[in-house]
């Protein structure tokens, strides 16, 4: 059974850095690739970045290009996302999700098999 922690979330004020990071465990977890999503309350999850398993590999959604950095350490089973320049529209929960069928990076969310708890990050003006 795979399970992904979230941590690193709060309130900042815009223009602050945050770095989140998610803390995976299970068979075979460095083999997945792994991306954060993040949601308002009564909207979809939107895709925010990803990353493949060896880490040579990233997607981001435009919104968060040249601000957020997605990586990942294999040794200790974590992928983090370092937000900086962050702009009152990045306040969501955000969750990363793990995919264990394709290497292919996804922006779907049912595309991705296991999905942690979440984080609030909250940005104020």
């Known amino acids: 059974q795979v399970q992904l922690v979230e941590s690193g979330g709060g309130l900042v004020q815009a223009g602050d850095s945050l770095r989140l990071s998610c803390a995976a465990s299970?068979?075979?977890?460095?083999?997945?690739?792994i991306a954060w999503f993040r949601q308002l309350p009564g909207q979809e999850r939107e895709f925010v970045a990803a990353?493949?398993?060896?880490?040579?590999?990233?997607l981001y959604t435009e919104s968060v290009k040249g601000r957020f950095t997605i990586s990942r350490d294999n040794a200790k089973n974590t992928v983090d996302l370092q937000m900086n320049s962050l702009k009152p529209e990045d306040t969501a929960v955000y969750y990363c999700a793990a995919d264990i069928h394709s290497q292919v990076l996804s922006r779907h969310s049912v595309d991705y098999d296991y999905w942690g708890q979440g984080t609030r990050v909250t940005v104020s003006s």
């Open positions: 299970g068979p075979a977890v460095s083999s997945f690739a």
């Open positions: 990353i493949n398993s060896m880490g040579s590999s990233t």
